[in-house]
């Protein structure tokens, strides 16, 4: 079944091409009324993710245009990469950084109380990367570590709003993209081939959106990984939740309730 985004409005950033750009069409499709925000572009509000005063007024564009805001969608991201980490000039590492995390955080420091304070169930998606999981493509910290840090922050927003607002986190495989060097981008799977998978899946307010069957494979190799230094060094036994921080916070509140 085709999801249905009917009377909903939809903000997306990095909505000038790729993914966001994508996405932006199959929403326009599904019924929702679009804001992109880029850069630059055709039917575009300008908005650099990385300044919080640009993220700002697109959130006043906003709800002065739409009165309401039900889905965003921090998309917009660079790439950067092909050097060692100490071969990385610091500045093109922060500007990553900038970009990849700190503006998914500014989207969600600006966006998440105005969607608190609506009185209909919306949510905010992040988009991380197979990078978040496992390394793909060696020589590129500054990019899999902004992406790791994506996934890190959506699932502690989570964690921080009312039931009403759901937070998420979308995680591309290899998409073709700006991100790709020009030669290799059509072997990629397809902008609008992805954007047709995860659609319902954001529709249906999933917790992780996915879309590429071969990424469980590189994302075990770690978690095998982790399972055999814990099993050597550090094997479960009686009572091994001691120091459990969550166990230990519901313990507390046994206690106090």
Not at 9 to 37: N, Y
């Amino acid at each position: 079944m085709n999801p249905d985004f009917s009377g909903q409005v939809a903000v997306i950033t990095g909505g000038a091409g790729g993914i966001g750009r994508a996405l932006g069409r199959a929403l326009e499709a599904a019924g929702a009324k679009v804001l992109a925000a880029d850069l630059a572009g055709q039917d575009i509000f300008p908005c650099d993710v990385a300044d919080p005063a640009a993220i700002a007024a697109l959130a006043d564009h906003a709800w002065d245009r739409f009165g309401r805001v039900d889905l965003l969608i921090n998309n917009a991201g660079i790439g950067g990469g092909g050097k060692p980490l100490p071969d990385m000039p610091l500045a093109d590492a922060r500007r990553i950084m900038e970009v990849n995390f700190w503006g998914v955080w500014h989207g969600c420091a600006t966006f998440a109380p105005r969607l608190a304070v609506q009185d209909h169930p919306s949510a905010i998606y992040n988009v991380a990367s197979e990078n978040a999981l496992f390394c793909a493509v060696k020589r590129s910290a500054a990019y899999i570590a902004s992406k790791h840090a994506v996934l890190g922050l959506t699932e502690s927003l989570r964690e921080d709003l009312p039931p009403h607002v759901h937070a998420g986190t979308i995680i591309p495989g290899w998409v073709g993209t700006e991100i790709n060097p020009a030669a290799i981008r059509d072997l990629a799977m397809d902008a609008d081939r992805f954007a047709a998978i995860v659609l319902p899946q954001i529709a249906a307010r999933e917790r992780f959106v996915v879309s590429h069957a071969y990424n469980p494979v590189r994302m075990h190799e770690r978690i095998a990984a982790l399972d055999e230094a814990y099993a050597r060094h550090a094997p479960r036994y009686p009572g091994d939740d001691e120091y459990d921080v969550r166990s230990f916070i519901a313990r507390q509140r046994a206690r106090q309730g």
